[in-house]
């Protein structure tokens, strides 16, 4: 009998009731919540005389709506204001822990997760949001949940699940110059489509993923949904170990001894058989940016736009030409020709601090193009702090770039940070689709390096010829 | 939840791939904390021409007169992918949408859809290709989605079988409440808890 993959160790340690003929239920170790997705699911519990069975394993925080400019409740408009003013009253009736907007570790539910130690190793970790899979980066289980999965996780503190096909994507050798963990997920999905992984959960593997930090990892794991993967997640190591020390909700003394033990026994044995494998070679992949709507729709920034008339697959080929209608691009196009509007630096992609650092080194000392408004958003309160203590909001705003507060921001336009019909934008975060960050808006994703240059330049450009060798 | 066992209705193309779910139902309407009246909204952003949406786009499907009433739609590769939220089918079954049929479907949308009474008909691209042909060529024309015997019958008579998961097919018939069907193994959930306790106290 060949051995187990990690998915397989950490379904199996969660099987409340086995699946007979019917479906499992599994046990749901931490449920995070936000405003915009959970108010019905209290609704629910209220009319049918429900309660939060383990209150304690629920994190609440607002993100998706919140101002990045203010913290001025006044100010805040006013469905937004209602939806936040809901979940702080169904967090106090139904006793859950909440990160409300002025509280100073406030911020974007994948980010405060890990950074205060919630997510770990070994654990089934779900929420109300696509980009849950992002703490996979811990070798934990995470997937995202509707509101009615968010009313069962609940009620009950588990979920019906049927289990998924596995899928090893391996990444082997060391990543180009100027090539990041943003660039590797972008190869990934425009390699097997933004459906490719669907039914799957798929662990990264491979010398080029272990050499990458945490935030390097949750990058990837982060947009594991961009490619229909129902989780994404990477063995637990060392590395995870070292950032896990000493956070808030981290085992300590005997307990974290125990719990790294238990954590080493995590990772997919050698002998353990994948339903689907893809080995990528790291000298493979180049800087990336999507040209069209879909996280799929993506090439080389050395590339130009593709010619619709040249997709063989009819379907493709009609996506293609919406996409370039809705873009305002002509096939041809260099990639590094385009020019752009705006600069979005944030998200549950790549709001962290390593984030906000590599970029900060690109525009210190510099100024944003003179066509170009640029925004940088912090991932959390935390990321704030601590980039303001190296003085990173100094540099981003003597270039010229708005410093925010924490939330999601224009990652998806449901606050007051949107792009206007037209305006095009350099984005960090991980949805191109049409009028995510705006109605009429053009994404373009890219990696946080990327967006500085851009927003320097004013048009998209390879760091590899930007930046010295040496850097 | 409605239960659904056999449903007949008229069918509309949406000759879209990789619809997401900020299409079904972009941002702006989600700012709401009641479950009903997404419906209005439903692909807001193809279906009117202004951000308020007071003037319809004629070219978009559900304004056309003969599809406008449609309880069935026909879409293609990947649909409902993207976000997790569950406005997406909250909004579809608002509008009265009960069947969609596609060569494939997002994962979590799937999920979602089992909760709010919508069945997924997954097929073969040629078969969804035919469809497309069929309720084009004739606007207004009925398809049927029979869920106890797995079959979805085209405008012309032809049946298609298709494939579901026995327990959404039982949530389905049945209008589960999924809640109480876990509560059932309450115990088991008790018995979890105190291996937790036993295993892995860090987490208990």
């Known amino acids: 009998m060949s051995g187990k993959t990690m998915y397989d160790k950490i379904w199996d340690a969660h099987l409340v009731r086995e699946s007979q003929g019917d479906t499992a239920i599994i046990y749901i170790d931490r449920h995070l919540i936000h405003e915009v997705t959970s108010p019905q699911a209290f609704e629910g519990l209220r009319l049918t005389h429900r309660k939060v069975r383990r209150p304690e394993k629920t994190f609440a925080t607002m993100d998706h709506n919140v101002s990045t400019r203010t913290k001025d409740w006044s100010l805040v408009e006013e469905t937004s204001r209602i939806q936040m003013e809901t979940l702080a009253k169904n967090c106090r009736d139904f006793n859950v822990i909440l990160y409300d907007f002025k509280h100073q570790d406030q911020g974007i539910v994948h980010v405060i997760g890990p950074e205060m130690g919630i997510t770990q190793p070994g654990l089934t970790i779900v929420c109300g949001d696509s980009h849950t899979s992002t703490h996979g980066a811990f070798g934990a289980l995470a997937f995202g949940i509707g509101t009615s999965e968010v009313e069962h996780v609940l009620a009950t503190q588990t979920l019906q699940q049927n289990k998924s096909k596995s899928m090893l994507i391996s990444i082997e050798g060391t990543l180009g110059f100027g090539v990041t963990p943003k660039d590797i997920i972008l190869y990934i999905i425009g390699q097997i489509g933004t459906a490719g992984a669907t039914g799957y959960v798929v662990e990264y593997a491979g010398s080029a993923i272990r050499a990458l930090t945490m935030e390097g990892r949750m990058t990837i794991c982060n947009m594991s949904i961009e490619a229909g993967a129902r989780a994404g997640m990477i063995a637990p190591d060392d590395t995870t170990y070292a950032y896990l020390k000493d956070r808030d909700h981290s085992p300590t003394g005997d307990d974290w001894e125990e719990a790294v033990a238990y954590w080493r026994t995590l990772p997919s044995d050698p002998d353990a058989v994948f339903d689907h494998e893809l080995h990528i070679k790291a000298e493979d992949i180049k800087p990336q940016v999507t040209w069209g709507t879909s996280p799929g729709q993506v090439t080389d920034v050395e590339g130009t736009v593709p010619d619709p008339d040249d997709f063989t697959d009819p379907v493709a080929r009609a996506g293609a030409r919406n996409a370039l209608e809705y873009m305002g691009l002509k096939p041809g196009t260099k990639i590094s020709d385009i020019t752009i509007d705006k600069a979005f630096l944030g998200s549950c992609t790549n709001g962290r601090i390593e984030d906000l650092r590599v970029a900060a080194e690109i525009i210190k000392g510099k100024k944003v193009h003179k066509d170009v408004q640029a925004i940088v958003v912090p991932g959390s309160g935390r990321v704030r702090r601590q980039a303001e203590r190296e003085g990173l909001d100094r540099i981003f705003s003597e270039a010229g770039f708005e410093w925010r507060f924490a939330g999601c921001s224009m990652c998806l336009g449901m606050n007051d940070d949107q792009l206007t019909p037209g305006q095009r934008c350099a984005s960090s975060s991980n949805r191109n689709f049409e009028g995510r960050q705006g109605p009429g808006g053009r994404t373009h994703l890219m990696s946080p390096q990327m967006v500085a240059i851009a927003a320097l330049e004013g048009k998209i450009c390879d760091i590899r010829n930007y930046l010295p060798k040496s850097a | ?204």
């Open chain 2, 1 to 204: 939840m409605e239960a659904f066992t056999v449903h007949k209705g008229i069918a509309a193309p949406l000759d879209r791939v990789n619809v997401d779910t900020d299409m079904i139902i972009p941002k702006q309407f989600l700012r709401k904390i009641e479950r009903t009246g997404f419906g209005q909204h439903l692909f807001h952003e193809l279906r009117y021409l202004d951000y308020e949406g007071t003037k319809e786009n004629p070219d978009f499907v559900l304004n056309q007169a003969a599809y406008r009433p449609a309880t069935v739609l026909v879409a293609r590769d990947n649909f409902g992918c993207g976000s997790s939220r569950e406005h997406a089918p909250w909004a579809l079954a608002d509008y009265g949408f009960r069947v969609i049929v596609a060569p494939s479907f997002a994962d979590i949308f799937a999920n979602n859809c089992v909760k709010n009474g919508i069945l997924l008909v997954q097929l073969k691209s040629q078969d969804v290709d035919e469809l497309f042909r069929q309720v084009l060529e004739q606007p207004g024309a009925e398809i049927a989605a029979d869920l106890p015997r797995q079959i979805l019958t085209d405008t012309k008579g032809g049946e298609h079988a298709f494939e579901i998961n026995d327990f959404a097919k039982e949530c389905l018939l049945k209008g589960l409440d999924q809640i109480g069907w876990t509560l059932q193994h309450e115990d088991k959930i008790k018995d979890y808890e105190s291996r937790l306790r036993d295993e892995r106290s860090w987490l208990a």
